[in-house]
């Protein structure tokens, strides 16, 4: 069974930085769409940013200009760099794969049929 581990959540300060990585176990998706989610408590799943086979990326406006995301294709690994966090960013992170195309870009949760556990990401003040 394909799994999707994420690692690199923590505790950070306001301004502050952290490296989200997803790792499939099992599988290369390099030519699927990948995205990132986020789920505050009380809150629906939303989408952080995605990406295409073709390094095209997308992202929410309450991330653009401080969240990247890439893929190591080396590593078949996702990356979430994200910088100048706000205690709002605090949710627990997950990553996702769509594997019914290897094209265009995913931007709908219910599009994606594999997903990680999360990782949980804590801003403080």
């Known amino acids: 069974q394909v799994q999707l581990v994420e690692s690199g959540g923590g505790l950070v300060q306001a301004g502050g930085s952290l490296r989200l990585s997803c790792a499939p176990s099992?599988?290369?998706?390099?030519?699927?769409?990948m995205g990132w989610f986020r789920q505050a408590p009380g809150k629906e799943r939303q989408l952080v940013a995605t990406i295409n086979r073709y390094g095209n990326t997308y992202y929410s406006d309450s991330v653009k200009g401080r969240f990247t995301i890439s893929r190591d294709y080396a590593k078949n690994t996702l990356l979430l760099e994200m910088s100048s966090l706000k205690p709002e960013d605090t949710a627990i992170y997950y990553c996702a794969v769509d594997t019914r195309t290897n094209y265009g870009m995913t931007y709908v949760a219910a599009e994606y049929d594999v997903w990680g556990q999360g990782t949980q990401v804590t801003v403080s003040f």
């Open positions: 099992g599988h290369t998706f390099s030519l699927n769409p």
